[in-house]
């Protein structure tokens, strides 16, 4: 299958996914809430108390932005069909978590003379040559994946459900507030042995767009409770 | 994949740990730098989205071990290349970079490689920008030249 195929393949795939998860009312703060949500937010606004206003905006800013968010996030998304890329992931995740914990407590040992600071000193060497290795060899891979990000670029530029407009509601640095306020992590990769998965993949995301914003209502209401009306 | 899994964020914690005061054994200290400066600029190279991720490292690398080498330079270096929007967003760390190299003593072999990439900024790809060449010439040669530069 050529390139292109592929490219309008996936992106029928994703479309399909991507139109019925927005449609999905389980998933909509409108359909849930009693009454009219943007009313509410926008009532919010109008408190003169200045972290509820931001909030209150926040929230409008998120409620309306989820298309966009929900396509950034996925683009973040890494889909790894060979079992060795699956492997090496697993390798690289595992020598993480040691260099995280080293580089944690690196002001016990960087630069230290005792045997033991020697020891991890070298053992961080070793993994920073390791991931410099990993780099080395997939510099042929990076090309590849580059091509076929260009040519799903290409497609979805050709289709108006991804025509999202850059810098449309994001912040004053270009950053959408959905990834600026958020307080958990969210896993960015993901293995697929059947594509399939691709829409699990979509739902847990959107999933993670709504917990936010109902985080920042709960927050809202706690703001409100303090406040003397 | 390196980039998803933050690789790059666990790397610069180590190299922003400056802890030079307490530092017994330079050489072992300065070769985990390096060798951590050797990763990212393996990691940045040709590869727009991870010389974004790492551009708001760019005045902590010059800050942290710009007078000493180490790779930080070229990092920096590999950061802003390729891209004349990301020249503009690291301008003023650029400006830092002229100052902190004047400093250098002439004698210093570091005081030519810091100035070789000073043309980092100049080109996109192949091609030279004209404005970001005249910025360059009009930063060091503005200068009082109390150490001077020529």
Not at chain 1, 128 to 146: I, V
Not at chain 2, 49 to 62: A, H
């Amino acid at each position: 299958m050529n390139v292109d195929a592929k490219g309008n393949i996936m992106t029928l795939k994703i479309n399909n996914v991507f139109e019925r998860l927005l449609d999905d009312k389980k998933l909509d703060l409108e359909e849930l809430s009693w009454a009219d949500y943007v009313c509410i937010n926008l009532d919010l606004i109008l408190y003169q108390n200045e972290g509820l206003l931001n909030k209150a905006f926040a929230l409008l800013i998120r409620f309306h932005s989820q298309r966009k968010s929900l396509l950034d996030l996925l683009r973040s998304v890494q889909m790894l069909e060979s079992d060795q890329a699956i492997d090496t992931l697993r390798n690289i995740e595992l020598t993480l978590t040691n260099l995280r914990r080293m580089a944690q407590n690196s002001e016990f040992w960087l630069g230290q003379t005792d045997r033991e600071s020697i020891k991890t000193s070298q053992k961080t060497i070793g993994i920073f040559d390791y991931l410099s290795g990993l780099l080395t060899q997939s510099e042929s891979d990076e090309d590849m994946f580059e091509n076929d990000e260009l040519t799903i670029m290409k497609h979805a530029a050709e289709n108006p459900f991804l025509a999202v407009e850059e810098g449309k509601n994001s912040d004053s640095h270009g950053n959408t507030p959905i990834s600026t306020n958020v307080s958990s992590r969210l896993p960015h990769l993901t293995y697929y042995s059947v594509t399939g998965q691709m829409k699990q993949t979509c739902r847990n995301r959107l999933l993670w767009i709504v917990r936010v914003q109902i985080q920042s209502i709960k927050e809202c209401l706690e703001i409100l409770k303090h406040m003397k009306l | 994949m390196l980039r998803n899994l933050e690789a790059h964020e666990i790397v610069m914690t180590v190299i922003k740990q400056n802890n030079e005061r307490g530092v017994e054994n330079m050489e072992l200290y300065q070769k985990v730098i390096k060798s951590g400066y050797s990763m990212l600029i393996r990691f940045v190279r040709n590869n727009k989205p991870n010389q974004r991720s790492l551009l708001g490292y760019v005045s902590t690398v010059f800050k942290e071990h710009g007078s000493y080498g180490l790779g930080s330079t070229q990092l920096v270096g590999e950061i802003l290349r390729d891209d004349p929007t990301l020249f503009q967003k690291g301008y003023s760390d650029f400006k830092d970079k002229i100052d902190s190299i004047e400093m250098i003593p002439t004698t210093s072999l570091l005081k030519s490689t810091q100035l070789h990439y000073l043309s980092v900024f100049m080109m996109y790809k192949e091609d030279p920008i004209m404005d970001n060449q005249i910025a360059v010439i009009t930063e060091l040669t503005q200068k009082d030249n109390v150490n001077t530069i020529w």
